[in-house]
């Protein structure tokens, strides 16, 4: 379970996660929705152990953020991590040595199953195939918690089917799964829990099913709703 | 940490190797002067060959510098951030690889010198004639030639002491500008600006401070019992400069 108290970060002009406080069970998939900037991604980073933050408690069952719970969260970002000189076989080694529950069979399959070659250079890779090996990577460790930062971005709308298709083959009931994305509507089908970050706080959050009948309107509604006047207002 | 010094070996092969071609490009040259009896040609590529053993202090030293500034202010730092592993064993192996690479070029530098003597008595018989004579003049002189040995090995030890307080001092700065001033404008010239401000400190620590117990030494044993104090104070302040940075890394990380 992870666990996170009135969390802050704050950099010298911004707080990007402003008091933040939730709760992550397992046999969830968590959706964290809200536009760019609200603070998915610093709140992702300091789960991940990428960012401390300026105050608050950050805990994975029990412990605070650290080796152990490094060893057991998947953490994918939205940008390009790798070394220049790694092509997919080079990634997927990376990540065999470091990380105790990566299965190298089932990424070999995954990379298969994405039409992607396991020895091209992820240089050279366009933005939609390093996104599928991004997943792939990711989706092949045995994590307890498992974020995805943006999975959809860059992805044609065929592959997008698929990809949702594998993180839903990937779920299990000892995992948590969160997906961050501003595309709604494809992540609508697959979650049942749905957080509503605006401005580094928490403005939403709860079962996806209770959400819709609560306010009678679907998740993607919900979140029109919410952001909305903080859209027009930015155009 | 063994595992991410293998990857730290990774990063830097592409470099590595293209300063390994150009140390055997000259090589090559010096071989076809002396098989050619080109004289200009082997003298001159013997002189490249030693101003690029004495460069490769310099070369490793940016070298390590440059390669963790780097990370630090790239995407790819996600990498090695989001594996189980303390900042501690992070930064320590980065150090054992340039340990690593920079022992294996003395080896290296050590053993193509002691071929490249022997090509050149095997082309030029008179060179062997030339050592004698020089080895005569030293004796002469009253320079002993395992004393010599022991100087150098002495100054060698002092040259990689200092080499790595200079890289975890760097790391220091480096890891300070990654995370206290992570925000601040010009934080890359800050950093450098506290790199210099703490190496002009310590320098000045050594030479106040530091105890010079043989100030002219008269023999090796002299020389190594002068250079142990300051040896001893750089380890010291090696040590503390990293476990500072690890603890920087683990308390403020903001990649």
């Known amino acids: 379970m992870l666990n996170c108290n009135h969390i802050v970060k704050k950099y010298i002009t911004t707080t990007a996660v402003n008091d ?51 060893a057991q969260i998947a953490y994918m970002p939205t940008e390009p991590y790798f070394y220049s000189y790694m092509t997919g076989r080079d990634a997927g080694n990376y990540y065999k040595d470091f990380f105790p529950d990566f299965d190298e069979d089932r990424y070999l399959f995954l990379l298969k199953r994405m039409e992607l070659d396991p020895f091209q250079k992820i240089s050279k890779m366009s933005s939609g195939m390093m996104a599928k090996l991004k997943i792939a990577l990711n989706l092949s460790r045995d994590a307890r918690l498992i974020m995805l930062d943006e999975p959809l971005n860059g992805i044609d709308l065929l592959a997008r089917e698929a990809i949702i298709d594998t993180i839903i083959e990937n779920f299990s009931p000892e995992k948590i799964f969160v997906l961050s994305s501003h595309l709604v509507e494809e992540l609508e089908k697959i979650i049942d829990h749905a957080i509503f970050i605006k ?37 | 940490m063994f595992k991410l010094t293998k990857y730290e ?17 000259l090589e090559l040259a010096y071989i076809i002067g002396l098989a050619l009896h080109k004289e200009n040609l082997a003298g001159g590529s013997a002189s490249f060959l030693i101003l690029f053993a004495c460069f490769s202090y310099f070369f490793f030293l940016v070298l390590a ?5 780097k990370e630090m202010n790239s995407k790819s730092s996600y990498l090695i951030f989001m594996t189980p592993n303390t900042p501690l064993s992070i930064l320590s ?20 010198f ?15 004639m030339t050592g004698d004579l020089l080895t005569g003049f030293a004796r002469g002189l009253g320079v002993d030639l395992p004393e010599l040995g022991f100087t150098l090995l002495a100054m060698l030890i002092a040259m990689i002491v200092t080499f790595f307080m200079l890289v975890a001092l760097a790391y220091l700065a480096i890891t300070l500008s990654a995370t206290f001033l992570q925000n601040f404008r010009f934080k890359g010239w800050i950093s450098f600006g506290l790199f210099l401000a703490l190496f002009m400190a310590i320098t000045w620590v050594d030479n106040h401070l530091v105890p010079d117990l043989y100030p002219n030494p008269a023999s090796w044993q002299q020389l190594w019992i002068t250079i142990l104090p300051s040896c001893l104070y750089y380890i010291v302040l090696m040590i503390l400069s990293t476990i500072a940075s690890s603890r920087l890394l683990e308390k403020h990380v903001s990649l």
């Open chain 1, 20 to 70: 933040l406080t939730l709760t992550l069970e397992p046999s969830r998939i968590y959706a964290l929705l809200g536009p760019n900037g609200s603070g998915k991604t610093t709140f992702m980073k300091m789960v991940a152990g990428l960012v401390k933050p300026t105050s608050g408690e950050l805990t994975w069952q029990g412990e605070p953020i650290g080796i152990t719970s490094k």
């Open chain 2, 65 to 69: 510098i440059m390669n963790y500034s």
């Open chain 2, 93 to 112: 192996a980065k150090m054992l690889m340039i340990l690593l690479v920079g022992l294996t070029s003395l080896l290296v530098y050590a053993l193509i």
């Open chain 2, 9 to 25: 070996l990774r990063k830097t092969r592409a470099t590595l190797v293209i300063a390994a071609v150009c140390f055997a490009i």
């Open chain 1, 199 to 235: 401005n580094g706080r928490v403005e939403l959050a709860g079962d996806a099913e209770e959400l819709r009948e609560t306010h009678h309107q679907s998740i993607v509604e919900l979140y029109k709703t919410i952001y909305g006047s903080q859209q027009e207002t930015a155009l």
């Open chain 2, 114 to 128: 002691w071929l490249d003597i022997r090509l050149l008595v095997a082309f030029y018989p008179d060179a062997e």
